[in-house]
């Protein structure tokens, strides 16, 4: 019995001190004085970037060409491990095509490559590339993975963005101008508040318009205005800090060093941003604009003036009305969703930001721009009978909004973009208790997370210094982290594998003298992209051959020495673009809207009942899968199923998987069929050109094999294909009447049917290899 008795009261004594010690571990974790900088920066990636020399290793001495490869020469001497050999030329060639500007080289590219002799050649043609107007298309896929951006809102309705691009084609433009990465963060986290921002620094701030927006009927603005902030906030820790941020937003972090207070520090810093679109008149619509405007404004005075007394005082009852319905909800039901609709049909009737009409019906009259003014307006006559129905009629304000919507029919008008502004109504940011933002804690002022030093505000917008902050000396994390990705873009896994988080909970560098150096010569360069670029793939690491060894299977499987290259399966976008480009119907076109190719009509039924995708006519919808539309509710069929990452997050690394769906996409496809034809007809119509009667099916082979792979094929490879391009042509002479249906394409004169059949399915057989969507 007593045995029994102090049992129970030995657990009962252990579970008061267990629970004693935790909530003094509590109350520490909630004392903000509790550590010292020392112990909140003790972690790797929160110390300064130390700048190392360049080692001198025994392997450096005939292997390395860079200092990238004797920091990564030291760490295989440690381990006796020999490098691999170089890639064959041909290789190298596709290798660092198809890492710079995404697309394959032409056998004309190879040719002259191989048939250049001179000790640079590899150098030239890295310059080439880089040089390349496409380089900016295939390094701002990975960006617009980061930012999620998309072409629609998102959400149950998920409407549409019709100028979300003008962002996407900002982002190509300063990728090509190898705009600097400090400039390059500045200008898409503040380009607005630059002293006489132009237009292309503010369509960079557009940046921040990726964020998903919710305009259904009933929606609450200030809750969705509060998610985009958060998504804002998070989006900054990701990219530029590689930190876990959000995990802050209820409750402290609970392994990184960032408190909640620290989280709504730096999301005070995009509190007082608001969405607003622009006019950003396209170059072919410049001048027309601008010579047209004076007239359309002093005919649209001449409308209005006659009325304008009486409109003005119209329009300020329905103002106030709205105004009184925001400060008193669930007063006047009515008012209430006359608020409510300023800010949800605006966004999406008149393509402005989500709380555009909100945010200007509570500027004084004098506070507001002329195009405010007019928007506003225009807005009124279209929606605010209500306020005097009476007087609406009398003073027949709806023969007026005709009259003034015809005179903008009649007159160009400039596309717009979407970007943001400083708001005009402050905002005091406070904590969200347990992440609610109507449960309001503590004010909080605009900062940064303590374990990273040197916020010191020199502008009077917090959003410009936070921008400064982020590629600052004193900020460790930037150059660190976007060198790292840059590394996964090129070796498949940075040299810190987690990408997304470089707290206590990611991985260690694997090489972290190496990430350091790389990180300080980034900085020293004055942040130029394509020079780290080119330092890396110019570099004997980058140059290994990626076939497997054998040795090293069991001691380094994940390849992190980097003894050698990775063989790499090509991100969704490029599959795509490699049939286009190997077929002949790649059309190169840059910027502009976004394309719509086809896909079933299920996938996009998906998306809430919606049936708005109409492929788009030839050549637009042969564009690369850069330009694709994205719908957040139903992306593109083709890009899900070979792993583009869902649109409505941020993706600091995709995945990589080898389906059976996948195959069967490649092989049933309509679209890959019709590349097959395409690529068949190509190989034909050039051959038939050249020669003359005598060229062989060999050679046509060799031509097709080329376009596909970059290299001719291997005696045996030919043999198989020959073998089967014979067996093809016997089956569909035996059946006419299949092949002329399975044929849809116009291939040279004088082929015959079950002679282009066989061809379309042996080119099919090409664009399955998996040399064909593999970066060897």
Known sequence: MWRFVSTRWSIWVSTVLIGLMWSLAGRLAADPARDSTAEKTQHWSLQPIRRTWVPPVRLSGHWARNGTDAFVARRLDAEAIRPASEASRVTLLRRVTLDLIGLPPEPEDVDQFLNDGRPDAYERAVDRLLA????????????????????????????????????????????????????????????????????????????????????????????????????????????????????????????????????????????????????????????????????????????????????????????????????????????????????????????????????????????????????????????????????????????????????????????????????????????????????????????????????????????????????????????????????????????????????????????????????????????????????????????????????????????TLLAKQNALRVPAEMVRDLGLAASGLLYLKMGGPSVRPPQPERVTMEAFGRNDWKPSAAPERYRRGLYTFIIRTAPFAQSATFDAPNPNEICTRRERSNTPLQALTLLNDPVFFEMAQALAERVLRRTAAQAADDIGPAARIDHAFRLCTGRRPRADERRHLLEFLESQQELFAAQPDATRRLITYEFPQATPPHVAAAWTNLCSVLLNLHEFITRD
């Open 132 to 559: 390349s107007p496409h380089f900016g298309e295939k390094w701002s896929r990975s960006w617009l993975d980061l930012c999620h951006y998309a072409d629609t809102d998102g959400y149950l309705t998920d409407q549409l963005r019709p100028v979300a691009w003008r962002y996407r084609a900002w982002l190509v433009a300063a990728l090509n101008a190898n705009m600097p990465f400090d400039r390059f963060t500045i200008e898409q986290i503040a380009g607005d508040l630059e002293p006489r921002a132009t237009t292309d620094q503010r369509i960079a701030a557009g940046f921040l318009r990726q964020t998903l927006s919710d305009r259904e009927g009933g929606a609450d603005l200030e809750e969705f205005r509060v998610k985009q902030v958060i998504d804002r906030t998070e989006m900054v820790g990701a990219i530029w800090l590689g930190l876990t941020v959000g995990c802050a937003r209820c409750h402290d972090h609970k392994y990184d060093p960032i408190s909640q207070q620290e989280f709504f520090k730096l999301y005070a810093c995009m509190n007082n941003a608001d969405e607003v679109n622009i006019d950003a008149p396209l170059p072919n619509e410049r001048q027309a604009w601008a010579r047209a405007r004076p007239v359309y404004e002093a005919r649209r005075k001449t409308l209005i003036d006659p009325l304008r007394t009486e409109l003005e005082k119209l329009q300020r009852q329905w103002e106030q009305r709205g105004l009184h319905a925001w400060k008193n909800p669930g007063e006047d039901a009515i008012w209430d969703r006359q608020w409510e609709v300023l800010g949800l049909v605006w966004g999406g009737g008149l393509g402005e930001g989500q709380l555009e009409g909100c945010e200007i019906a509570k500027l004084k009259w004098s506070q507001r721009t002329p195009r405010q003014r007019d928007d506003l307006l225009d807005y009124f006559l279209a929606h605010g009978e209500i306020v005097d129905p009476g007087k609406f009629k009398e003073l027949k304000l709806g023969a007026l909004w005709n009259q003034l919507r015809a005179l903008k029919q009649e007159f160009p008008q400039a596309t717009r973009a979407p970007t943001m502004r400083a708001a005009q109504t402050q905002r005091q940011t406070y904590i969200h208790e347990r992440g609610e933002f109507r449960d309001r804690g503590a004010d909080v002022q605009p900062g940064t997370p303590g374990c990273l030093p040197g916020w010191q505000p020199s502008h009077a917008d917090p959003r410009r210094n936070l921008a400064d902050w982020l590629v600052s000396d004193t900020n460790p994390l930037t150059a660190r982290v976007t060198v790292n990705r840059m590394w996964q873009e090129l070796f498949g896994r940075g040299l810190v594998r987690t990408t997304e988080d470089f707290g206590t909970r990611g991985e260690r560098p694997s090489h972290p003298e190496l990430l350091d150096w790389l990180a300080s010569e980034f900085v020293r360069s004055g942040w130029d992209v394509k020079q780290l670029l080119r330092s890396i793939v110019t570099s004997a690491t980058y140059r290994q051959s990626s076939a497997p060894r054998p040795e090293l299977r069991t001691r380094d499987p994940q390849n």
